[in-house]
């Protein structure tokens, strides 16, 4: 039986679990990050205690966690967009396979407008593989639209990522 689908913020103590996701994520699907798995594990523990911290309160960025019952089968991180000031962007946006297209994706989305909004950002923005139609096609129900940009993904040249992106 499905549990309800909710979303939550990453608790400061969670660092276990985050570091975890970040790893089903990249075994998932590895042509979808800018990292390799073999970067991320060889990470130390301060690395995803000091990372951790970064996305929970009072930190500046935050990672939302979607949950079927107490099961967390997705996550996405809302960033603070260094290059421009009044932006933020989407990042490291995964659900777990299983429970792809029942709007964990969505809810994730919904849950980073609220946090980008709260903080009076006015664009929202994110990196999304070119060669993803799934993706392409969440981001675009959402509001989000090319701008043009694309680069290689860093973990893999032979791949492209585009930048979309959306008023608030």
Do not use: K
Request: net charge positive.
């Amino acid at each position: 039986m499905r549990g309800a689908l909710t979303v939550r913020r990453l608790a400061v103590h969670e660092v276990d679990l985050h570091r975890d996701l970040r790893l089903s994520a990249l075994r998932d699907a590895p042509e979808s990050f800018g990292e390799t798995l073999a970067e991320v594990v060889a990470r130390p523990e301060c690395y995803w205690e000091e990372l951790t911290r970064s996305v929970t309160p009072p930190g500046p960025h935050a990672m939302f966690l979607a949950c079927e019952g107490d099961r967390v089968v997705g996550s996405a991180y809302g960033l603070v967009d260094q290059e421009r000031g009044q932006a933020a962007r989407v990042g490291g946006m995964w659900v777990e396979p299983s429970v792809r297209r029942r709007g964990a994706g969505r809810a994730l989305l919904r849950a980073i407008f609220g946090w980008a909004r709260e903080r009076r950002f006015n664009r929202l923005a994110l990196w999304a593989p070119a060669h993803s139609a799934a993706a392409f096609a969440l981001y675009r129900q959402a509001g989000f639209r090319e701008t043009g940009r694309r680069r290689p993904l860093p973990s893999d040249p032979s791949l492209e990522v585009a930048e979309l992106e959306r008023p608030l």
